[in-house]
């Protein structure tokens, strides 16, 4: 049933369901694009006030979601099995899993940020290729493409720990190290993976940085052997998001003085090493040129 007259769906975005084609309309086409599932009835009023305005969201969204229309009246099973009480209904399915939903009729407005919000779900298969898109916007210096894939991923598994590392670096980049605490905590304390892991040793080093590096930098132009000073200048650096510097200062401690204070320096360069990201260049090169010291 179309309750949009001239203006109906193609067959493949709002389609009328029954309860022997649920699996394959509603569960298995869920793991490739979401499905929004309508439970209405003829007789209910507040089904009629509803079906245009969610076709209308559906269809603007453009095939990122599809509608399944159910009467309750003639497919009373799934109905039953998802315990729906009163109609409208609506379920969200994603990844083959019932995501979200409301009962009742709700303003336009309200109807069209839930559907939009489902045509951002990530579907499980689609969470490699929209890592790959990240990366690739990421390379192409897209900042906010790359967040819009991780926020994707995040929709359907807010606990996905890529995802959670990623946009947390990215607010990062841009300067804002709350929002980026923020979506670190999203993730549970002992969860373990190298993007986050390195989004937490940068977050570390900037709440240890001061604000200032004048004074560091004027006693570094007075004694350039001043080894105290350039780390602390370093720290400071690292902690400002300028990890290339603050490495280029850490290891001209080590060759100077590669045991200076329990080789401090060293040890400071690991940490601005996670905190790059093991895989940046700032990270390969300086390896790279401390191995070049050590076993020189």
């Given at each position: ?6 203006n109906a ?21 869920s ?18 006030q509803?079906?245009p ?12 979601v ?12 799934y ?9 409208p209904a609506?379920?969200?399915f ?14 336009d407005s ?11 779900q990530?579907?499980a ?14 390379e ?10 991780y ?8 606990t ?9 670096r ?10 980026a605490?923020?979506v670190v905590?999203?993730a ?9 892991d390195s ?20 006693a ?8 105290q ?6 720290k ?21 003085d590669r ?14 090493f996670?905190?790059a990201g ?6 390969r090169?300086?390896?790279?040129r ?7």
């Open positions: 049933m179309s309750l949009i007259g001239e769906a193609p067959a493949d975005t709002i389609m009328d369901g029954t309860d022997a084609g649920f699996m394959a309309d509603v569960i298995e086409a793991k490739t694009t979401p499905v929004i599932v309508d439970f209405w009835a003829p007789w209910c009023g507040p089904c009629r509803l079906g305005a969610i076709e209308k969201a559906v269809l603007a969204a453009k095939g990122k599809k509608l399944v229309k159910i009467d309750i009246d003639k497919h009373p099973a109905a039953g099995q998802l315990r729906v009480q009163s109609i609506v379920f969200a994603a990844g083959g899993r019932p995501v979200d939903g409301f009962m009742g009729a709700l303003p309200q109807v069209k940020q839930f559907v939009d919000r489902i045509a951002g990530a579907p298969g689609e969470t490699d290729e929209l890592l790959k898109l990240a990366r690739e916007s990421l192409l210096g897209d900042l906010g493409g790359a967040a819009q894939a926020a994707q991923i995040l929709q359907a598994d807010p996905h720990l890529k995802a959670i590392g990623g946009l947390a990215l607010y990062l980049q841009a300067g804002d190290a709350e929002r605490a923020e905590a999203m549970p304390e002992d969860a373990r993976d190298p993007d986050l989004v937490r040793a940068a977050l570390a080093l900037a709440s240890e940085a001061p604000s200032e590096t004048r004074a560091l930098e004027q570094l132009a007075a004694d350039p052997d001043d080894h000073a350039r780390l602390d200048l370093a400071a650096l690292a902690g400002h998001g300028e990890f290339g510097a603050a490495a280029d200062h850490l290891l001209t401690i080590i060759e100077k045991t200076w204070n329990e080789e401090a320096a060293r040890k400071q360069l690991l940490v601005v996670e905190a093991a895989a940046s260049e700032v990270a090169t300086g390896r790279r401390l191995s070049a010291i050590l076993f020189s």
